[in-house]
């Protein structure tokens, strides 16, 4: 049980440049969420999911994309890079429970991008 | 508009001590308050979570105090140890159906042995 992965994970783009992160989690999870992490700026929601074949924006969606064809797998795009998406990008998950149980998010390692 | 404020930024403790670190919120829909905890190079991870009808939850040397009136709640860590030096956040989760949590800034703690 891997839990969830990032690929890859660490990556440097030229502005202007497009890439694709890739997200993927082993515990059926319903609910999948992206995030970038920024000194002094705590985490961020950009999009998130809560099935498969649906997406939603977050706190800070612009210059992202994002889709989710699978249920395991939850892909965030960058179309033209630009050196303020420059930051960590984690990944996260989240079961569909029932009945107000416990809520955890589980993360993946994280995606370290730079934009030049 | 940040809805989570998280306070201090960064703390250092000795050994042993105790590492306060506060949080205030201004939703009042808020239903569930995690503490997660990241070490460097790391994804973060679900450390204490409590409810707003619940004051106080325990685990181990990990206490979260939480005061709906005044809507705030704090991370308490007793006897703390070098181990535990990481980069904590708060967040709040918003009712509803997509269990969005927000987080605060984060707070950067170190243990000196």
């Known amino acids: 049980n891997a839990g969830v992965t990032q690929t890859p994970k660490f990556r440097v783009l030229k502005t202007g440049q497009s890439m694709t992160l890739l997200c993927a989690q082993d515990m059926n999870h319903e609910y999948m969420y992206w995030y970038r992490q920024d000194p002094g700026m705590g985490l961020r929601l950009i999009h998130y999911?809560?099935?498969?074949?649906?997406?939603a924006k977050g706190e800070v969606p612009d210059g992202y994309n994002v889709s989710r064809l699978k249920k395991q797998n939850f892909l965030l795009g960058l179309e033209s890079a630009a050196p303020s998406q420059t930051s960590v990008y984690f990944c996260?998950?989240?079961?569909?429970?029932?009945?107000?149980?416990?809520?955890?998010?589980?993360f993946g390692p994280g995606t370290r991008l730079t934009v030049l | 508009q940040q809805q989570v404020k998280q306070s201090p930024q960064s703390l250092i403790v000795q050994k042993g001590g105790i590492s306060i670190i506060n949080c205030a919120y201004e939703?009042?829909?808020?239903?569930?308050f995690p503490w997660y905890q990241q070490f460097p190079g790391k994804g973060p991870a679900l450390l204490i979570a409590?409810?707003?009808?619940?004051s106080e939850k325990k685990e181990g040397r990990f206490t979260i105090s939480f005061n709906k009136s005044a809507k705030q709640f704090s991370l308490h860590i007793m006897d703390s140890q070098p181990g535990d030096s990481a980069t904590y956040f708060c967040a709040a989760r918003s009712g509803g159906s997509n269990y969005k949590l927000t987080f605060g800034k984060g707070t950067l703690l170190t243990v000196n042995p």
């Open positions: 409590i409810r707003p009808d619940v």
């Open positions: 999911s809560v099935g498969e074949g649906t997406t």
């Open positions: 939703n009042t829909a808020f239903d569930y």
């Open positions: 996260a998950s989240r079961p569909l429970l029932a009945g107000g149980s416990y809520n955890e998010q589980f």
